[in-house]
C-alpha cells in the first residue's frame, strides 16, 4: 500500500486505510470519474453499499483501474460493501453479496457490513412503503442474519464481516453468538456526534471504528434550517489556518489520529484529494481534547418520511431500531 494510506489492523489481521473515498449520495454519471480520480491520487480504501444504487458504475471504474496489468492490483485496495435492510433473511444474504459483487466486477469483499440492525419488507424494492407513506417492515432477528454472513467468510467471498449503525447494545447481542467476530461498526461520527462511549466499546470489543459523514453531511437532503454547522465551528477554523490546512482536514485528521477510520464523500478533484492530505501534521494533545469536547450528541443522519404531512423518523417504529439507546 502507497505511503498515503496510513492503516488501522483488523482482528483479521487485514491493514485497513485510516482515509476512504465515501460514494453515499454520489450521482451516477459522476461516482465513477470520482472513484478513478481517487484512485489516482493514492486513495486504497472505497466504501460501497448496494442501496447507494451506483455500484455498477463503481465497478466501471475498477474494472479500467484493477488488475495484474493495471497500475493497481486487486489485493492493495480495500473495498467495503453492505447488506440492505430488505435482504436480512439468510437465504437472501449470499444472492445480495454476489450481485454486489457483479456489479462492482470483484471476486471477493474486504469487508462486508449489515447496514442497518433493522429489517424491511423482503423484495428487491429498497424502500418499501405502506399507502400512508410508512416503511413496511420485516422483523428478522439481525442474529440469523449475522449467522449467514459469517458462511461467506467460510466461503471466501468477504474477508471480514461487520456492523453498521448499531448500538452497543446490540453490538453485544451479536458478539453473544458469532463465531466470527465483527471487526469494524460503521457509524456517523464527528466533533458533533464524538461517538466517545461507542468507540471506547467496541475498542474493549476488539472492532474498528468507521465514521461515515465524518464532515457533517452537509449535502444531504433532510436539513434542519437552524442546525450546527460543522465546517463553521470557530475552533476548528483557528486550527485551520495555523496548519494551513482547510477545516475539513482538521475534522479528519482527528478522527485519524484517534484511530477512527474516515470515509468522506466527495466527488470533486481539489477535495478528493485533500481529503487524503491529512498524514503530514497532527494535532496536539490540548487540541484534540478541544476537538473532542465539542460534542453536542448531534446525529445528522436519522432518515426521515413524512406522514400526515409531518416530517417523522423513518425506522424508529422498528423493534431494532438503534438511535433509541444513549449509545
Known sequence: MSAACDFVTLHTGQKMPLIGLGTWKSERGQVKEAVKYALSVGYCHIDCAAAYSNEAEIGEAFQECLGANKVIKREDLFVTSKLWNTKHHPEDVEPALRKTLGDLKLDYLDLYLMHWPHAF?????????????????????????????????????????????????QISDVLSVATVKPAVLQVEC???????????????????????????????????PDEPVLLEEPGIKKLAEKYSKSPAQIILRW??????????????PARIQQNLQVFDFSLTEEEMSHIGSLNKNWRYIVPMITVNGKLVARDAGHPHYPFNDPY
Not at 122 to 131: C, E, H, I, Q, T
Not at 141 to 151: G, I, L, S
Not at 193 to 199: G, S, T, V, W
Open 121 to 169: 419488507e423482503r423484495g428487491d424494492n429498497l424502500f418499501p412503503k405502506n399507502p400512508d407513506n410508512t416503511m413496511r417492515y420485516d422483523y428478522t432477528d439481525y442474529k440469523d442474519t449475522w449467522k449467514a454472513m459469517e458462511k461467506l467468510v467460510e466461503k471466501g467471498l468477504v474477508k471480514a464481516i461487520g456492523l453498521s449503525n448499531f448500538n452497543s447494545r
Open 255 to 268: 478522527q485519524v489520529q484517534r484511530k477512527v477510520v474516515a470515509i468522506p464523500k466527495s466527488v470533486t
Open 190 to 224: 464527528h466533533p458533533y456526534l464524538a461517538q466517545n462511549e461507542l468507540i471506547a466499546h467496541c475498542q474493549k470489543q476488539g472492532l474498528v471504528v468507521t465514521a461515515y459523514s465524518p464532515l457533517g453531511s452537509p449535502d444531504r437532503m433532510w436539513k434542519h
